[in-house]
């Protein structure tokens, strides 16, 4: 990694190093991602690792990367019911209203029967529908400009193995 980072996020990131995804990842940059998009805030929050989500954060990892399916770290906060976890994301800016292929993290917290993140999550974007009413359309342009750029480059890479 390029700059100092402290020993426990080095250890942790060793740690991913380890996994199959991310054997080929060069973590010079905080923000590497696999093949599939997620970067190491992805599986901090998936093994539930709340000082190295911490870490990560404070490091400046991007807390709205999309990985598999569009999935943010959010989303798999949500998926996964870690209250601890989606608040610190949410209070670092995470974005409530970013899609997969068509769901923002609340829908993933009520498919998971998580329903004190629903409670909670309800109560923040209720605060960003007031400051901005046109979200989810904002929303919904950036998640079709994403599914528009991963099929161009799908194209692209076809059309140069021809």
Request: proline letters at 4%; charged letters at 30%; one cysteine or more.
């Amino acid at each position: 990694m390029a700059k100092m980072i402290s020993p426990k996020l080095k250890t942790f990131i060793d740690k991913i190093r380890s996994l199959p995804d991310f054997e080929s990842v060069d973590f010079q940059d905080i923000n590497s991602t696999n093949s599939e998009g997620e970067n190491a805030l992805h599986v901090a929050v998936r093994w539930k690792e709340t000082e190295a989500v911490q870490l990560l954060i404070k490091e400046g990892i991007n807390i709205n990367q999309p990985g598999d399916l569009g999935h943010t770290p959010l989303h798999e906060a949500c998926s996964s019911g870690n209250m601890e976890i989606v608040k610190i994301l949410v209070e670092a800016g995470a974005d409530l209203f970013a899609l997969t292929e068509g769901d923002p993290p609340f829908t993933l917290a009520r498919f998971g029967r998580h329903d004190e993140i629903c409670n909670y999550l309800a109560v923040e974007m209720k605060k960003k529908q007031t400051e901005d009413p046109q979200v989810w359309i904002r929303a919904r342009i950036k998640q079709l400009r994403a599914e528009i750029k991963r099929l161009e480059k799908r194209l692209n890479e076809q059309a140069s193995n021809l």
